[in-house]
């Protein structure tokens, strides 16, 4: 699995793709103050950007990509 | 031989032996669409097979076969055959072909001409011979324009960023600004927008915008792609174009030229860099003394905070004096930006043919007189409020004690000393007076008296200034907010002379007052259910006494929200000076490029209109002004042999009335010819024999607003100026504005706008149809009337009436929404017919019955409904209901 | 992790070339000879990550597979690539119409089409 989701925390890994968004967004519904782990993610599908967008977590570690790292920064800020 | 030629010899083979059975099958069933298909379906995989390999006389040949297949498969060309001869033939030299290959493993050279010649004679049946190459079609994006300022977004860069692009800019490196909304349903089709503007190399600058439709986060579509991407790349245009060719259509690229990154931003100075700073550095800038120009800047930079919008833009100006040192018109606008903090507006400066001794007409003297004026005002307003309290109660004895009077004496004496007059002894002794007598009137005589003397004395400089502020007025047009600073510092300190207050000034997102509009707006609304609970409070519940007192509240909440609406309303409003202020220069390059002379004059420039209006003016008012000046004012030769004055007149004023404001746009140039025109509108069909007999000049003269009226001919060789005039009209009627225009031919012309103050409030009379309510806006309405079904009759197979003289057609509005069902009529059977003004004429609208008018907010339809183009809106009702507001004007 | 990918061509010399160019780059490739073997093949629970497909073809053409192939669980989102030829402007419009993601042009070169794989096919 791409996102494994912890109590608080849901952890990316790898290419993040277009089937999680919706799992996605269901969990921040339940934890609405959920946090992310993005340290091995490389990529995320424009579906899960969304959901960030709209929901604006706390990212605890952020991706170790840089690129994706950039994006991120002008995003969730 | 490689498996791959092996199978594609084999296959090949088999396609031929198909193509062949194919060809007789149709000799015998020559419109059958099946074998016709299957045919194409052989040829074409064929040649797809033999571009794999480098067999170039095979495909060539295939390549012709399948477009005439295809042809005939689309019923372009009729089979026949002499067609079928010929494919044959080519399926044959096919076949030689392919036997070579299977010996040489290639194809001879002495193929080239019989190959040449095969294709030639198959395309000669497809009627195209020489569309071999017509066909490989450029994929790349082509809606990518190129340069235009209209079109560049307004970037919000960090200046550091913007430093970097800007370089690039210059050192020849196309910066593309990349915009791209992929189509909502883009997840389900596999697409990762996200993932491609990944891909995108070299961006220096990113963003993403998330437009949420969904109200709650309960409500959102994760796969429902609400996303923008906009970016900023040195990527080579064609990587982009390659990268992007799935989505041109939802792309937008456009080169950013390097003066668009310079854009000085940062705080608004407390203090204005001082003018005598600009002036010398424009001195210095203008005899090419960069040296000391750098060196005042860099102390001038020294000396303010860097995070100021005046050391944003002198840093810029050393940009530009190290990367372009001969840009100097840039550069002087960079540093006249320096007076108004309003950043230069290099789609004009872009346009301006450099010329070498621009001078700078910036007039120091304003800010000091000013002052003095409004200072004036505020003097007079501080005596007037001490005469009134001494006016109060002249002999109440008892009533005035000392403290009053001393108070009075001591304000007197502060307002003296402002005006820089001294009157300290006069009111020493007055005061004095006043207490033995205990009466306020020796103070008052003596306020009298100082009024008297004072506004006498002032008058001489008044008159000046007068003057100096409106020649600046007209010269510094261009200067944007000029005259507003100059009216705030008045304001300023006219209250200084009373007691020292902080600028009160505050500045607010406009998102805010947007929000605080729709609130008001649903308010407004809200408080209209109040009468509805006072009826139902009286009629269902029985309780009087409960009803009276909800009205008495309403009355209190609708006066409250009325006063609230407007003023939201008037935080929204702005001068038109914002769009005026373009002119000055606009007027001066074109008319210089045209050889013409033209003075401006702009009047009432203070007027002021919602923000939304104001912005929607804009466009309309530069095309207008532009066809002034292209066609309406002549050059200085042809005016002298007219008997004019070689400078022609353009006066642009806008002014306020009532509840609209009006702008007129008015030249002494040649007029427009009716009779041309009218000949203009017949030869385009515009208008028919019958109308071009009878038509009114005044009619004729309209004729220029009509759709279809602008073409490129129109522009050269007639006087009128229909050049794209129906833009412009539709421009401002979507703002619910108006346009007209008069015209004498020799004299002049005169256009003149109608817009409304504000957009916020629609007043619509409120009708039922069959069963259903409408809004239809009041300022389209002229009248309602009940008309008898005996008064209607049918000409033309168009039901009219006549009302005052005048035929009238009446539609039902049952048909025009595509209802099938008869107006209702009353119990004298009559219509209810609403009588519109639509394009100028009168039509009236059979409805089933009236209500009654409303001041509604009307919200635009969105999404599918966004495109019917019948509705205007849709607005809430008091009572909660949805009424849908219609668009006559598109409907009828 | 090599990704799949679905190959559809009713010509055999076609299915071959590319899915000679596809495996060299590392790629696992089924085939089918036509939309109804394709179909047949994803029924059966072939789970490709991209599907590259011809348009014209007998039984089943590009344009029915690409819209059965969407309606199935678990295909909403699959990257669609149709294979045709440079002609065909309006196919590649028919194609992207009924949920494809791009194009590929007949005859693809190696190159290339590793480039379009990697474009639309994240971690290719």
Known sequence: MAIEYKKNLAVFSDFVGVEEAEALLEWFLKNPKGKINLSDCVHIHASSLQVLMAIKPIISVESKDEDLKLWLNTVLE | MNNLLEQFLSEGRDFLQGIAEKLMQLENNPNSTPLMTELFRFVHTLKGNSGLFDFPEMTRVLHASEDLMDAVRNGRVNYSQELADQLLEAMDFVGILMDEIEVTEKIGTKHAIPAAELAKALRALLGNPESETAVIEDISPKNNAVISWADLPSLKLPESIAEKLYRYAIDGDAVFWLEYKPESDSFFKGEDPFFLMRQVRDTLWRKVVFNNVAQTLEEMDAYSCQLAFQLLTIAPEEELDDLLRYVPDETKRIEIPALAFVKPQGNEDDHPIDVEFINNALILLDVGDFDALTHAINTMLELSASELWSSSALRWVLRLIESEPDNKIAQQALLESLQTLIAPDWSEIAQTIPSTNTTTNSSTSVNSQVPDDSLLLGFHEVMNTQREILSLSPHLSGAWSEGRLKAVAATLLGCYRAVNHDYESETDAALQLALAENSPAPLLALLESSLADISKLSETPKLEQAELVAESAVQDANFGRRAEDVTAVAGRRSEDATAVTPNKTLKVDQEKVDRLMNLIGEMVVAKNALPYLANRAETVFGVRELAREIKSQYAVINRVAEEMQDTIMQVRMMPVSFIFQRFPRMVRDISRKLGKEVELVLEGESTEADKNIVEALSDPLIHIVRNSLDHGLESPEIRRTAGKNAMGKLLIRASQESDRVLIEIIDDGKGIDPDVIKNKAYEKGLIDEATLERISDQDAVNLVFAAGFSTADVISDLSGRGVGMDVVRSAVEKVNGTVGIESVVGKGTRLYLSLPLSMAVTNVIIIESDGQIFGVPMDLVVETVRVKRSQIRTIKQKQTTVLRGRIVPLLSLNDLLARNVEPLTNEDDEFATLIVRVHGEHVGILVDNFRETVDIILKPMTGILGGMSGYSGAALLGDGSVLIVLNPRELI | ?124
């Not at chain 3, 060299?24 to 629970?45: C, P, S, Y």
């Open chain 3, 1 to 124: 992790m090599a990704k799949t990918i679905l190959l559809v061509d009713d010509s055999v010399t076609m299915l071959m070339s590319v899915k000679n160019n596809l495996e060299i780059n590392g790629f696992k490739v089924e085939t089918a000879e036509d939309g109804l073997k394709a179909m047949e093949k994803l029924n059966a629970g072939l789970k490709p990550d991209l599907i590259i497909t011809d348009i014209n073809m007998p039984k089943m053409g590009g344009i029915e597979l690409i819209k059965k192939a969407r309606a199935l669980p678990g295909f909403r989102f699959m990257p669609i690539l149709t294979l045709t030829t440079e002609a065909a402007q309006g196919k590649r419009d028919e194609g992207k119409a009924a949920g494809a993601t791009g194009w590929l042009v007949k005859p693809v070169s190696g190159a290339d089409l590793l480039k379009i794989i990697k474009q639309v096919l994240p971690g290719a």
